[in-house]
């Protein structure tokens, strides 16, 4: 099941086209296969010989593959079944791709319908190898890899671990979340290409004792598909996050913080080199008094309420604002259980914001840990809407459009 910072709906009907090779990752492309589903991808597929020793094209059938070529010579597929991706897909991407079909097409190798379909093909071409450690170092190999760089396939790089032969080393395949992200980084316009964008989000814990922590029920959702979106689009991303389970790309930089100040000295220090700021984090206003470092007994406590004392932390969103220059832009969030609109204008002027997003915490569906969000949405040149329920990644693709649009 893919992660649902990646479930975009922008590329829905798609046609692209899965190659599969003989490796014992190919079983892994079953499963490739059904997230492409999940984004109503129409997904053809090539099944080498040595692939179908490992799954069936029944297989492939079954999970809702448009078509599935085996041979050249397979009387059930088309006269030109070996041209045809080239003519209807918009992307190939050979998962797992093995050394041998990283050589045939280094060389130009047309002797099966995989390498023939991959050869004719002018669009974007992903691999995704899978092999042998040695397979993998072998200097024949690495040479095949940078011919086809230099042609500008995209190679999702293989992973280390154990194998299945029982080495460990370089070579298991990729990630299925990274290879399906580039698939949809290939079908997406690069047209923030260029642009530095800072995403803070996730929630942060302000601490009373080793043991207990201040903090909100938010986990990153929001922040994750905005920063998705501007990395599917070709940004540059920097993702400053709290305590949150979230997968992103490999070339995403990551700046794991706990506190509010230490999120405020993050931000601020990245903040001149950036173009945009989204920024979703739901900060703690407000933080305990840290008792010490040593856990708060309740033996120590006598009959009737605690006292416990907070302090103020520093206003990120607000700091980011006074500091910011005439060629960068800013979009802030602001969660509230009733009068988003007010709030929302009224935020916008105070913090000195270009997109101000007011979301209900209040209405079921929306808010924290949910994967649809209800917003109401204000620019400082007086523009304003009301969203309906949406699911988190088309908001995310909808707030990208308005604020891009206001970028020099």
Request: with cysteine; hydrophobic share 45%; charged share 15%.
């Amino acid at each position: 099941m893919l992660p649902t910072h990646l479930l975009f709906p922008i590329h829905h009907g798609t046609r692209i086209q899965l190659g599969v090779t003989g490796s014992i990752a190919a079983y892994k492309a079953l499963e490739l296969l059904r997230m492409f589903g999940e984004l109503e991808l129409l997904t053809g597929v090539s099944i080498t010989q040595a692939a179908a020793r490992f799954v069936t094209p029944l297989a492939f059938q079954s999970l809702g593959a448009q078509h599935v070529y085996t041979t050249m010579w397979d009387g059930e597929d088309s006269a030109f079944g070996h041209l045809e991706p080239a003519q209807e897909a918009r992307c190939l991407v050979i998962a797992p791709a093995t050394a041998n079909i990283m050589a045939k097409l280094a060389h130009g190798l047309a002797d099966e319908i995989l390498s023939a379909q991959a050869l004719a093909f002018q669009g974007p071409v992903i691999l995704a190898p899978a092999m042998n450690p040695r397979l993998w170092d072998a200097p024949a190999t690495q040479a095949n890899l940078e011919t086809l760089r230099a042609r500008g396939v995209r190679v999702v790089g293989p992973g280390s671990g154990a194998m299945a032969c029982g080495e460990t080393g370089k070579g298991r395949l990729a990630p299925l979340e990274a290879i399906v992200a580039q698939v949809l980084k290939s079908l997406t316009p690069q047209d923030m290409a260029g642009t530095r964008v800072m995403v803070s989000l996730g929630p942060t814990r302000e601490f009373f004792d080793p043991a207990r922590y201040w903090s909100n029920p938010s986990t990153g959702l929001m922040g994750g598909c905005l920063a998705m979106a501007a990395w599917l689009r070709g940004a540059t991303v920097t993702v400053v996050h709290g305590p949150v389970d979230l997968w992103f790309p490999c070339d995403v930089a990551r700046v794991p913080v706990q506190t509010a100040r230490e999120m405020f000295t993050a931000c601020t220090g990245l903040w001149p080199e950036q173009d945009l700021g989204l920024m979703t984090a739901a900060v703690s206003d407000f933080s305990p008094v840290p008792h010490g470092s040593e856990k708060f007994k309740k033996s120590s406590l006598t009959d009737g309420p605690i006292q416990i004392e907070f302090q103020t932390n520093p206003d990120i969103l607000k700091t980011l604002g006074q500091n910011k220059a005439r060629n960068q832009k800013l979009l802030g969030f602001c969660a509230e259980t009733a009068n988003l609109a007010d709030y929302a204008a009224q935020k916008l002027a105070a913090k000195n914001c270009d997109l101000m997003v007011a979301n209900s915490i209040a209405s079921p569906g929306s808010g924290f840990a949910s994967a649809t969000n209800q917003v109401y949405v204000v620019d400082a040149v007086g523009r304003s809407e009301q969203w309906p329920q949406l699911t988190k990644p088309e908001v995310a693709w909808r707030l990208l459009e308005w604020i891009t649009h206001l970028l020099p």
